[in-house]
């Protein structure tokens, strides 16, 4: 019974001593199972790091061309300087090298590279590459370098604000180097060494490569040979006028392809000011198609072609202008204060009569209007391929009042962006189909096309019996009216001036005026549409027509020339202009009706106090003169 008992016992001892030893297998067995199977690969990086040290090889960003293939950006090699501390063998040699050729403090670097136990520390990036061969010549042990790329821009400040810049990592950071960062960045590769457990490089043995991946190519609708006209005369404009700034946008308006835009003041692309987040703000915003401005006159264009649409007038149609009008119970001015008299519509156009554009507006009445403007794009973004973008300012159609659509008819009480403007102008040069704008043509990688942008047509806006009508309206005010200083000649420019009130601390900015032109050529197969505008001259005069009308129609002159287009034969005739001050200023017009000028005057009054130009000065009829009056003569 003993025996029995014992052998049981030993029995039980035993299957528990094999179950153990069975469970412990299958629990290994598990693991080296999970090892192998899921943290295999994590595993095996972790060991070939500790043998492995690498460098990035930084992929090259793709190239930005103009719609001719010049190059706006492109990339320029650079390095980046590493140090390995258990490669170093002099710390004092290294920290004196790098210290006395980089510009940086002795202590300071001498601290970073000893007292960090890592295998590997960064010095310095974005290092010229003969710099960097002028430390290697050193030969100092411990000191490794990789290649890396920096965004370069050949025409350092042309386009500051439309093409962007990128971040030391080349990772695009405003503009269009922002918007298609994803197609321009690529991706990069890496440099293997093999090491001992200490990290210090294997004598002997060989760098492995995982090449990088250059980002793709795009191509603009931007002409660079335009951009440098519109730059110049932004340049000039804002010397000029002592201006606080100053934009043009030109536009191929059978596309909506944007063909230049041009700002001042800008900023050189490579020395971009990182340091002073305030200043880099501003100059680097696309004020073009970011900020938003009372269009004044030019914004009459519009009035014009919806009334001309929804049959409320015509060309024939009678208007008269005392110099006012009574809306509302309140007066609001004719900018020609003692008034235009009796007028056609297109007088009024060619005179820029704001009486004629508030009697269309209330004509039309706040739906029609409202209907016609947001049929232009008015009141939401144009979809142009570019971040923050405005969709500009209209007022609730619901608590539009009477007196505010009078003033909405001439260009006040309503904001735009730029980019809105020549937009919609656009469409009234074409026949009247509303283009959306665009930036970017073609993307393309290791010579393969992966994009090619079409035209985009939104919607027709007009038929083209009322776009010829307009045009033809607005050839007079160049040929004949306020927009002469925009015409070129022996060629036909349609177009408008403005000239707009700013508004700040809750009303109305005192001697603060944006002047514009906006006009397209030719006038009877339009092509290009420009849009000037000049940001509080600071000068004698603030009207679009002596503003910002010359810069446009020097821009129009030297694209003609660029293009070969064949000027018309044109007799041009010449006056003087007479000698004005101290007349009174009925004898003052009516002379100056008789040479055939036409005027823009300041101050309110009964007298001509100056000129310009002055008395004796040889003109083109048609030309724009300014005159000053006051109650005094």
């Known amino acids: 019974m003993y025996k029995t008992n014992t052998l049981s016992l030993l029995r039980k001892r035993l299957l528990v001593v094999v179950t153990s030893v069975a469970s412990l297998f299958f629990i290994l067995f598990g693991r080296l199972c999970y090892i192998q199977l899921v943290d295999g690969k994590e595993l095996q990086a972790k060991a070939t790091s500790q043998w492995y040290r690498d460098l990035p090889l930084t992929a090259k960003r793709g190239i930005i061309y103009d719609s001719c293939g010049e190059v706006l950006a492109d990339n320029k090699d650079v390095y980046t300087i590493y140090v390995r501390p258990n490669a170093v063998k002099d710390f004092n040699a290294v920290t004196t090298v790098l210290s006395e050729i980089l510009g940086l403090d002795y202590q300071t670097l001498y601290q970073k590279i000893t007292a960090k136990r890592v295998s590997e520390i960064t010095i310095k990036r974005q290092v010229p590459s003969t710099t960097a061969e002028i430390i290697k010549q050193c030969g100092v042990d411990g000191i490794y370098y990789a290649i890396d790329s920096q965004r370069n821009y050949p025409q350092s400040s042309l386009l500051s604000q439309v093409l962007g810049y990128t971040d030391i990592d080349n990772n695009g950071q405003s503009g269009l ?6 197609y321009l960045k690529g991706v990069n590769g890496m440099v293997y060494t093999e090491t001992d457990i200490k990290g210090t490089q294997i004598q002997g043995t060989t760098l492995k490569y995982v090449p990088s991946i250059a980002g793709c190519d795009v191509s603009l609708t931007i002409d660079a040979q335009i951009q440098s006209f519109a730059q110049s005369a932004v340049n000039n404009a804002l010397v000029e006028w002592n201006a606080k700034s100053a934009g043009m946008i030109v536009m191929d308006v059978n596309s909506g392809a944007i063909v230049g835009m041009a700002m001042a003041p800008n900023f050189d692309l490579n ?52 110099g006012y009008r009574i809306v509302d119970g309140q007066r609001i001015k004719c900018w020609r204060y003692i008034g235009h008299g ?72 309503v904001a735009v962006t730029p980019l809105q403007l020549i937009t919609a102008v656009s469409a009234v040069a074409n026949g009247g189909t509303l283009y959306e704008p665009y930036f970017v043509s073609k993307i393309s990688s290791q010579s393969k096309t992966v994009f090619v942008r079409q035209p985009t047509a939104v919607r027709k806006v007009l038929d083209k019996e009322t776009c010829s009508l307009v045009s033809s309206m607005l050839e007079k005010v160049v040929s004949e009216g306020g927009g002469s200083k925009a015409g070129v000649e022996g060629f036909k420019i349609a177009g408008k001036t403005g000239t707009a009130q700013k508004y700040g601390d809750g009303g109305i900015a005192q001697g603060k005026y944006i002047s514009s032109f906006v006009g397209y050529a030719p006038a009877d197969n339009p092509k290009y549409a420009v849009l000037m505008l000049v940001d509080e001259p600071n000068s004698y005069a603030y009207y679009g027509s002596i503003v910002a009308a010359p810069y446009a129609g020097e821009v129009f002159r030297k694209i003609f020339d660029y293009k070969g287009m064949v000027a018309e034969s044109e007799d041009v005739e010449y006056t003087v202009m007479p000698e004005l001050c101290g007349l009174p200023l009925t004898e003052a017009t009516v002379a100056l009706k ?13 007298f001509v ?16 003169v300014y005159i000053k009056i006051t109650d005094y003569s």
């Open 594 to 606: 008789e040479c055939g000028v036409y005027y823009e005057m300041d101050g309110e009054g009964k």
């Open 177 to 182: 180097e922002a918007y298609y960062d994803k």
């Open 271 to 322: 020395a971009v000011p990182r340091n002073d987040i305030e200043t880099l703000n501003q100059l680097s915003k696309n004020t073009m198609l970011v900020d938003v401005y009372e269009p004044g006159s030019t914004f009459k264009i519009f009035t014009t072609a919806i009334a001309l649409s929804e049959g409320v007038t015509n060309e024939s149609a009678q208007f008269y202008c005392p």
């Open 342 to 413: 009796n007028q056609t519509l297109g007088d009024g156009v060619k005179n820029s009569c704001n009486c004629v554009f508030m009697d269309l507006a209330q004509k039309l009445g706040t739906d029609k209007l409202y209907d016609g403007l947001r049929n232009f794009g008015f009141g939401k973004k144009t979809g142009v391929d570019f971040y923050g973008e405005s969709s500009g300012i209209m007022m609730k159609q619901s608590q539009v009042k009477t007196v505010d659509l009078a003033r909405i008819g001439f260009g006040q009480a």
């Open 609 to 624: 106090s100056s000129t310009v130009p002055v008395a004796g000065t040889k003109i083109k009829k048609n030309e724009v």
